[in-house]
């Protein structure tokens, strides 16, 4: 994923968002917007991880509230966050037309006095955490993927060589063993020739 994949695709959306074109407050919604809708996320909190273990929060999956309160996102009232533009299109009859439903939202929010801006903004900056995060969670497994890979490299070479090691031992037992038995025999025919 990345910015350019956020969910608002382009500004004409935010354009034909506004049906009242004389409204000063639409347009600088509009202007404000086109300026946040490239925002880079917010740094991840520092106080919710050990400081002598930075990657620890990668070490087990978290819940989406968890990334959003990470990154400074998950205190905020449903009805300041971009969510809320979503319970509204969800009231809205599935068979009115997009433009129809622009409008009725658009004058909802006006009705609320709801900052499309901000919420757009929301939007946007739940989109890059989730994006960063992302990207920073598969790196920093992949990370301690490819080590543990190599440990268990490690490991296996030091085993190969511990099997070797027994065989040759056994291999030296089996030598030395037979070496001492033909020896005993030797002695064996010696003595026995005498005692008898």
Do not use: C
């Amino acid at each position: 994923m990345s910015s350019s994949d956020s969910p608002v695709k382009n500004n004409s959306d935010a354009k034909e968002f506004n049906p009242q074109q004389n409204s000063d407050s639409s347009s600088e919604d509009t202007a404000n917007y086109e300026n946040n809708t490239n925002s880079a996320a917010p740094a991840p909190k520092n106080d919710t991880q050990d400081a002598s273990h930075p990657s620890a929060r990668y070490n087990k999956n978290m819940s989406l509230e968890e990334i959003y309160t990470l990154y400074g996102l998950g205190d905020s009232p449903v009805t300041e966050t971009v969510f809320v533009l979503e319970n509204l299109m969800k009231a809205l009859p599935d068979e009115l037309p997009e433009y129809v439903k622009k409008t009725t939202l658009n004058n909802i929010l006006i009705a609320s006095s709801m900052n499309l801006t901000q919420l757009l903004a929301d939007g946007n900056n739940r989109y890059n955490s989730l994006d960063a995060y992302s990207h920073d969670y598969i790196s920093q497994n992949e990370n301690d993927i490819a080590a543990l890979k190599k440990e268990i490299d490690k490991l296996s070479a030091m085993i190969n060589d511990y099997h070797q090691q027994i065989k040759n031992k056994e291999y030296m037992v089996k030598e030395q063993i037979s070496l001492i038995k033909l020896e005993e025999e030797r002695l064996q025919n010696i003595l026995g020739f005498f005692e008898k």
